[in-house]
């Protein structure tokens, strides 16, 4: 059978064949971004934290009582956390915790005249003197804050005018020139720090990680307190410390009043939650994938079913007049991936369209990937014939002498 004649029974039952090329196209749409976006989460599991993660603490607590000082408050925490035997060095985290946001996302410009200029998504920590000992960070280039370089106080007090930044900002934002001595500028405010040291690269921030810069960090010597009721801690503790300490910062934050204890825990279960959260988003994204493919599959098993017993006369003549079973099977065969072809088509573009809407309003991380799609879209190609093969096996069943009986 000629590809024309295809084209002209296509043509001829245009209801069907639109549906078969619309199911085709969600499919691929569906499938695709599930695959990207759950590609993307592995892609992500893989990638190291270089953090200590059984070493350090993130401490969250929310003062309910507005006649608290904080600032007394933070300074006799942290003289009883620091007394722990357990305990090797504690900041108050003015910003955010390890792999915890505890804001909304921060960004830094490399340029504060230039309007257009590109932000950067970073995670940021306002710490005392005892922060960057606290996240335990290396410094690689430049040195660490001075002591007269930290400033402590409320929502008021000026900011600090220096800051480390981590060695893949710095290649970030200056491009392989030094970043010592550079100015960077904070947020929508353009708060401009001094860099004056660089530090080896960690995964820090949630934020960052999410917007996948993963490594990109800052550390400013800011313990301002007061910009909310949060007042919380980063705890460096000694290798191979048990969870037992846990429950015993915990206990000895609540003999404060005033406040409850939202979460002491270790970066590493923080960062457990990180990924488990965007794994669910995945596995839902799987879950809807499966539903498709079963819908999809059905769909076109009912259509081809519907479309040979439309055709069953035709069918019948046409194996009467010589034509064999596999003739006739490979002509519904090619029909349904002329139209599987143009499913794809459609598919392609309304994939690109939905990557684009998950990205820019729910975040989502999973950009299209070239051998993801092609992979999906193979196995989409295959399922539809696979589905087609069915009924169109069956038509090739069709005795010529009883539809010519028939008539």
Not at 50 to 72: M, P, R, S
Not at 350 to 373: D, F, H, I
Request: glycine share 6%; with cysteine.
């Amino acid at each position: 059978m000629s590809l024309k004649h295809i084209l002209k029974l296509i043509l001829k039952q245009k209801s069907i064949s639109i549906l078969i090329v619309f199911q085709v196209a969600i499919t691929l749409m569906i499938v695709s971004n599930s695959a990207f976006i759950s590609y993307a989460t592995l892609q992500n599991w893989l990638i190291p934290s270089k953090l200590e993660e059984k070493q350090i603490l993130n401490v969250v607590t929310h003062a309910y009582d507005e006649q608290i000082d904080k600032g007394q408050l933070i300074e006799r925490d942290l003289t009883a956390i620091r007394a722990l035997p357990e305990v090797v060095s504690a900041t108050y985290s003015g910003e955010e915790n390890v792999i915890d946001t505890r804001r909304s996302s921060n960004v830094v410009y490399s340029d504060n005249l230039d309007e257009n200029a590109k932000d950067h998504s970073i995670a940021l920590f306002g710490v005392d003197q005892q922060g960057v000992d606290s996240l335990m960070l290396n410094i690689n280039s430049g040195r660490d804050f001075y002591a007269n370089e930290f400033v402590t106080g409320d929502a008021a007090t000026t900011p600090a005018s220096v800051a480390l930044i981590s060695d893949d900002l710095a290649k970030t934002l200056f491009e392989g020139a030094s970043p010592l001595g550079q100015t960077v500028y904070l947020n929508g405010s353009k708060t401009p720090y001094q860099v004056v040291g660089t530090f080896e690269d960690k995964m820090l921030g949630e934020s960052a990680t999410y917007e996948q810069v993963w490594y990109h960090g800052m550390v400013i010597p800011e313990a301002i307190y007061g910009r909310n009721n949060e007042i919380n801690y980063i705890i460096r503790v000694v290798p191979n410390t048990s969870e037992k300490v846990l429950e015993t910062i915990e206990s000895l934050l609540y003999q404060e009043p005033g406040r409850i204890v939202s979460r002491v825990e270790f970066s590493a279960r923080a960062k457990k939650r990180l990924w488990d959260g965007r794994s669910s988003f995945a596995f839902v994204m799987f879950a809807i994938s499966a539903v498709a493919l079963l819908i999809t599959s059905l769909g076109i098993i009912a259509l081809v079913t519907f479309s040979v017993k439309m055709r069953h006369k035709n069918l019948g003549i046409l194996r009467a007049l010589g034509a064999s079973k596999s003739m006739v099977l490979k002509s519904l065969l090619i029909e349904n991936s002329l139209l599987a072809l143009v499913g794809l088509v459609i598919g392609f573009f309304l994939s690109l369209w939905l990557n684009m809407a998950l990205l820019q309003t729910l975040g989502v991380q999973g950009t299209p990937n070239v051998m993801v799609g092609i992979a999906v879209t193979l196995f989409v190609w295959l399922l539809t014939c696979f589905a087609a093969y069915l009924p169109a096996r069956k038509a090739t069943l069709i005795a010529p002498a009883q539809v010519t009986k028939a008539n």
